[in-house]
């Protein structure tokens, strides 16, 4: 017996699994436990389903992997309705609704989707209200993102959009200042007022900025690169500006 019907994610892995039931921001179709869900982690998915009214199912390991499509599922696979994305719009009322300073996350063709499930995971544990990734020539939210975020990505909203300039200029209208990540070239962000309603904007893992949109950041920052490498993978470099950004703000209050 598979799980029917139309194309849906497939979530898997115990703690992705754990924040989908928790967060309630999809539609849980079913959820397949191997076995009768012994041991404690099965049991606690197996209790917070109930709770909510979701199906679930007992499978053979073979069962689960054939439903996950890999055999890291550590005996739990949930369907559920595809990830959706929000509009900027959608996004801007957000800091006011927590009486917080705008900080906001921008990818620019970040194309590894692992890269960008632990972008999410970042931005979610640092408090970001949001995250912008382009529609055209980027990862989005994929099984695999979701699997990367580990459950962030049912936590923290994500608006695409057609042309990123056009979205940070959007948001130069709302005063919200512009900070662009470039490996090289700009200042230490201990330097920048992170305090302000900001969106960070972090390159692809090639290019980095496009040239155009790095001409739309109000600053520049860069982390000094005191070894032989010259730079940093996008998720590393996006942990510490954003927890940068979680200092500064700290420190104030």
């Not at 921008?106 to 960008?116: I, K, M």
Request: with cysteine.
């Amino acid at each position: 017996m598979g799980m029917e019907g139309p194309v849906n994610d497939r979530v898997y892995g115990s703690n992705p699994v754990r924040e989908l039931l928790r967060s309630s921001s999809r539609t849980l179709q079913e959820l397949a436990i191997l076995g009768e869900g012994r041991g404690p982690r099965l049991q606690e998915l197996l209790t917070l389903a109930r709770q909510k009214g979701v199906k679930v199912s007992f499978r053979t390991r073979e069962q689960l992997t054939a439903i996950a499509g890999s055999p890291h599922h550590q005996g739990v696979v949930a369907r559920v309705a595809e990830a959706s994305y929000l509009e900027l719009e959608d996004l801007l009322p957000l800091p006011a609704a927590r009486g917080q300073a705008a900080f906001f996350l921008a990818l620019d063709q970040v194309q590894d989707p692992r890269n960008l499930g632990a972008l999410l995971r970042i931005a979610e544990g640092a408090g970001a209200h949001g995250v912008i990734v382009p529609k055209h020539h980027a990862a989005g939210l994929t099984p695999a993102a979701a699997r990367a975020s580990m459950g962030a990505v049912e936590f923290i909203p994500v608006a695409r959009e057609a042309n990123l300039v056009s979205a940070l200029e959007r948001l130069k209208k709302e005063s919200v200042w512009v900070i662009g990540a470039t490996p090289s070239g700009g200042v230490p962000p201990w330097e920048v007022d992170l305090g302000r309603p900001l969106c960070l904007v972090l390159g692809g893992e090639h290019a980095g900025l496009r040239p155009l949109v790095a001409s739309t950041c109000d600053h520049l920052v860069s982390l000094p690169m005191k070894g032989k490498v010259r730079s940093l993978n996008v998720a590393a470099a996006g942990a510490i500006f954003c927890y940068e950004v979680v200092r500064q703000r700290e420190k104030r209050s």
